[in-house]
């Protein structure tokens, strides 16, 4: 038998925000053992959604550039 | 009038002429597809020589009637292969769906192991199900699937065991993605927000990523919210343990 403590660190973003460490993007965060809280902010979810916008359109741009 | 009418009226031999109208018929379609075939393939009449696959397969006037490869595809460059700009919501589109079923009924490979770049192989395209992919000769499958939104499995994804490989974009919008298999190692940031992988998909994925306990690096797998719920806190406490943050 096999007894373990598991530790985990959980970051969870207030409502109406999103949790970002400017690459990623979630509602919740799990932490790896070796990031830190404060590589994560909340941002808006108005926010998220205006950087999606932008990740699009530049990924249309680029998708255009090819044809 | 048949050609074997017209043929009665100018020949001798009619007869046999009208027996073999079919066999004729038939030999002058395998000319044109050899002739086509060797052409896009670049075929020598026992493979192809053609390795700069780009966008070869790409548009709407390819689907799984038409795309009957004469010789296996072994592709250098497979950028844009199968991308297809398919129009979301139009239920009329035909494309190509189930790429192991069409290859097989071709009698033909696709060899993706000597290929160094994978961008939009099938970016926006109608593709259900992949099968094996080798990637290993590849530094990055940047918009690999993205949008591909019919995308449910891959049969396996092959990647390079150094965990060098980049994934920008590789399964955005993805949202029927899963099933998939990985083996070799996950290195860097990667992404499957959009998509409902499976359990059995999502343990595929933790294992194959890169473990930097012991060091000072940190990298992000995200997965969907479905998938998230999936997960035990053992696959979460492994996920964190090999130094990644489960987004």
């Known amino acids: 038998m096999i007894t373990e403590n598991i530790n985990l660190i959980k970051l969870t973003a207030s409502d109406g925000y999103v949790l970002t460490n400017d690459e990623a993007y979630s509602k919740e965060v799990y932490l790896g053992c070796n990031d830190k809280a404060e590589n994560w902010r909340e941002i808006t979810e108005a926010e998220y959604n205006e950087i999606l916008k932008q990740q699009e359109e530049e990924m249309e741009r680029e998708n255009e550039n090819i044809h | ?247």
């Not at chain 2, 006037?61 to 398919?86: C, V």
């Not at chain 2, 259900?128 to 891959?154: M, R, W």
């Not at chain 2, 590789?170 to 070799?184: M, P, S, V, W």
């Open chain 2, 1 to 247: 009038m048949s050609i074997a009418e017209k043929t009665t009226l100018i020949s001798a031999n009619n007869t046999t002429i009208a027996e073999n109208e079919q066999k004729v018929y038939n030999a002058g379609k395998k000319s044109q597809y050899d002739e086509f075939w060797d052409c896009l393939q670049y075929g020598d009449g026992t493979k192809s020589n053609r390795k700069d696959y780009i966008g070869v397969f790409s548009g709407r006037g390819w689907n799984e009637e038409n795309f009957l490869p004469k010789y296996n595809i072994t592709p250098i460059k497979a950028d844009h292969l199968f991308r297809n700009d398919f129009e979301w919501g139009s239920s009329d589109y035909n494309g190509i769906k189930d790429l192991p079923t069409c290859l097989e009924r071709a009698g033909v490979a696709l060899d993706f192991s000597q290929c160094t770049s994978f961008a939009g192989v099938w970016c926006f395209s109608c593709i259900e199900h992949i099968g094996v992919i080798d990637t290993q000769k590849s530094t990055s499958l940047n918009q690999t699937f993205y949008s591909a939104q019919n995308l449910h499995t891959i049969d396996e994804l092959q990647l390079k065991e150094n965990g060098t490989q980049s994934f920008g974009y590789t399964f955005y919008n993805c949202t029927a993605l899963a099933n998939i298999t990985f083996t070799g190692k996950i290195g860097k940031d990667i992404a499957f927000g959009d998509s409902p992988l499976t359990l059995k998909s999502a343990r595929s994925i933790i294992n194959a990523l890169c473990d930097y306990s012991g060091t000072d690096t940190t990298h992000t797998l995200t997965l969907s919210t479905t998938t998230k719920a999936l997960l035990s806190d053992g696959d979460r406490a492994t996920i964190t343990q090999k130094g990644w943050t489960l987004a």
